[in-house]
C-alpha cells in the first residue's frame, strides 16, 4: 500500500510534539535523565532513541490495526479487560500530573523569563489551548507541524555553537560523579516508558484515526529519529553549562550566553514546544473521557484544565524531579507488555 507521506510528517510532528513537554523543551527532562551523568547519559540517548523509534512504530500500528479509538481501548487490547481498566484508571492520574507539570513550565517560561506573572501565563496557555482543542485533530496536526520543525532547527543551532566552545569534546566525554549514579543504568527505559505510555493518550486515536499502516509505520520511524536527534543535540549543549541541575530552564539560559539575539525566539520556541505537549495530553483525555461521560467536550476540557491548573501550583522543578521519574517507572510495565505482543498477530477489530 503506498504511504501517504503527509500525513506520516503529520504524525511524526504529533510523535514529537507530544513527548516534548516542559521539561524536554526547558532542558530540564533530560538533565534529570541523561546531562548530568555525562558520557553515560549520551549511552543512554542512544538506547532510548532505539526504544522511541521502535516501541512508539508498534503502538501507533497496533492502533491503527485493531481500530483503537481511546488509549482505553489500547490498553484492554493489551492487559486484558481487567488489569486494562486499572491501568486506565492509573494512567488518568498520571496524565493530568504530566499536564500540570507542563502547565507549570508554561508559567515558569512567562514569569521567569518573561517577567509576567505566572497567572497571565496560566490563562493565555488555557485560553490558547481551547481553542485549539475546538479545531480537534486538524488544530493538532496544524500547531505541531509548526512548532516541530522550528523546535529541531533551534537544537541543531544550539549544537553547533556549543561544538565551537573550547573543551567541547573532553565535556562530551567526561564521566562526572554522582551519588545517584545507578538511576544512569534504568534512566533510559524509565525515560521513554514515560514518554511512550503517556504519548498513547494522542498516539491511539489519532493512528487510528489515519489507519493506514504503511503511514502510521513511517510517522513513527520518522518521529523515533527525530526525537533521537534532538535528544542529542540538547544534550552535547547541556554539557557546555557548569552546574546545569541548579537552573529551571537551562536551554534558556544557554541561548542566552551564546546567542542573545536569538534569545526571545528561542523563549517562544520552548513555550511551543511546551504548548504541542500541553494540547496534546488535553486531546487524549479528552477522547478518553467522551467513551463514557455523555458530557459537551468544551465542559470536559475545562474540568481537565482546572484539574491540571490545581496542581500545576506547586513549584515547577518540584513536580518534574519528583513526579517524572516515579511515572516512568511505573510505566515500564507497559512497555515489557507492548514489546512482548507480536504485532502479526494484530487484526482490526
Not at 510528517?9 to 507530544?18: K, R
Request: overall charge neutral; hydrophobic content about 55%.
Amino acid at each position: 500500500m503506498k504511504t501517504n507521506w503527509r500525513a506520516a510528517f503529520q504524525i511524526a510532528a504529533v510523535y514529537v510534539g507530544t513527548v516534548v513537554g516542559a521539561g524536554f523543551a526547558t532542558g530540564r527532562e533530560i538533565v534529570e535523565f541523561f546531562s548530568r551523568f555525562g558520557f553515560i547519559g549520551f549511552i543512554g540517548i542512544l538506547m532510548s532513541g532505539y526504544i522511541f523509534i521502535f516501541h512508539g512504530t508498534k503502538l501507533m500500528r497496533i492502533s491503527a490495526r485493531i481500530g483503537a479509538r481511546s488509549y482505553q481501548e489500547f490498553n484492554e487490547y493489551l492487559f486484558g479487560k481487567f488489569f486494562g481498566s486499572i491501568i486506565n484508571v492509573l494512567m488518568l492520574f498520571m496524565l493530568l500530573g504530566v499536564c500540570a507539570v507542563m502547565l507549570s513550565g508554561a508559567g515558569a517560561v512567562f514569569s521567569e523569563q518573561l517577567g509576567i506573572p505566572k497567572g497571565i501565563g496560566l490563562a493565555f496557555t488555557v485560553i490558547l489551548s481551547v481553542f485549539v482543542m475546538l479545531l480537534g485533530i486538524n488544530g493538532l496536526f496544524a500547531v505541531n507541524s509548526i512548532v516541530v520543525p522550528i523546535m529541531i532547527s533551534f537544537s541543531l543551532l544550539l549544537m553547533l555553537f556549543s561544538m565551537r566552545l573550547p573543551n567541547f569534546l573532553e565535556q562530551v566525554f567526561f564521566i562526572p560523579y554522582v551519588e545517584d549514579g545507578w538511576k544512569s543504568v534504568v534512566a533510559p527505559f524509565s525515560y521513554t516508558a514515560l514518554n511512550i505510555g503517556l504519548a498513547q493518550a494522542v498516539l491511539v486515536p489519532v493512528s487510528a484515526e489515519i489507519g493506514d499502516d504503511e503511514t502510521v509505520k513511517w510517522g513513527g520511524i520518522i518521529g523515533g529519529i527525530a526525537l533521537t536527534v534532538i535528544l542529542l543535540t540538547s544534550h552535547f549543549t547541556l554539557v557546555m553549562l557548569p552546574n546545569i541541575e541548579s537552573y529551571e530552564i537551562p536551554m534558556a539560559v544557554i541561548m542566552k550566553n551564546l546567542a542573545p539575539g536569538l534569545y526571545w525566539i528561542f523563549i517562544l520556541v520552548i513555550y511551543g514546544e511546551i504548548f504541542t505537549s500541553i494540547i496534546g495530553n488535553i486531546f487524549g483525555l479528552e477522547r478518553q473521557l467522551k467513551t463514557y461521560l455523555r458530557l459537551p467536550s468544551l465542559l470536559i476540557v475545562g474540568v481537565l484544565f482546572a484539574v491540571s491548573l490545581t496542581i500545576s501550583l506547586v513549584e515547577y522543578g518540584k513536580l518534574l524531579s519528583y513526579l517524572y521519574p516515579l511515572f516512568g517507572y511505573v510505566s515500564i510495565l507497559f512497555i515489557i507488555l507492548l514489546w512482548m505482543k507480536p504485532l502479526d498477530e494484530m487484526k482490526k477489530r
